[in-house]
């Protein structure tokens, strides 16, 4: 549905392998790599690409939520600390996200679009529904974060 890019740090060996020094959770087989040498690792993290190659709308509200799960987490001087101190009110937001983020995969994956039956059980569309919501959530945190 979706094809997703994201920044790798990466060493190389003395006899010529390549080694993957990125963390990922959750672990991954197999990594295609792509070198960039546009790009260099400058001490914070790097927000993954995403490109759609489908024409499922829900994809678009999925990108995002991550997108604003990103913004919040390396917001400031954020992006520059290994672990992060958030506020009350952005706890509650990043839970909020987190949970629409693998409720959206789930429902993406299970072929549903933005006219299905909404996954929280309210009988409504999606859109109409926790779609709705996400995007008002995410218009109100795009006046505060850069996403």
Do not use: A, H, M, W
């Given at each position: 549905m979706f094809v997703e890019a994201e920044f790798h740090g990466i060493w190389k060996s003395d006899d010529g392998?390549?080694?993957?020094?990125?963390?990922?959770?959750?672990?991954?087989?197999?990594?295609?790599?792509?070198?960039?040498?546009?790009?260099k690792y400058e001490g914070f993290q790097v927000a993954n690409r995403k490109m759609k190659i489908s024409d499922n709308g829900v994809l678009?509200?999925?990108?995002?939520?991550?997108?604003a799960l990103f913004a919040i987490q390396n917001h400031g001087?954020?992006?520059?600390?290994?672990?992060?101190?958030?506020?009350?009110?952005?706890?509650k937001i990043i839970e909020f996200l987190v949970s629409m983020k693998y409720s959206l995969h789930r429902f993406i994956y299970e072929g549903n679009n933005r006219n299905s039956v909404c996954f929280c059980n309210s009988n409504l569309k999606y859109k109409r529904c926790c779609g709705f919501m996400l995007r008002k959530v995410i218009a109100d945190l795009k006046l505060y974060y850069t996403f």
């Open positions: 392998r390549i080694i993957d020094i990125t963390p990922k959770v959750p672990s991954i087989d197999n990594i295609l790599f792509l070198p960039d040498t546009n790009r678009d509200d999925y990108f995002e939520c991550c997108d001087d954020r992006k520059f600390k290994k672990g992060i101190v958030l506020q009350n009110d952005e706890i």
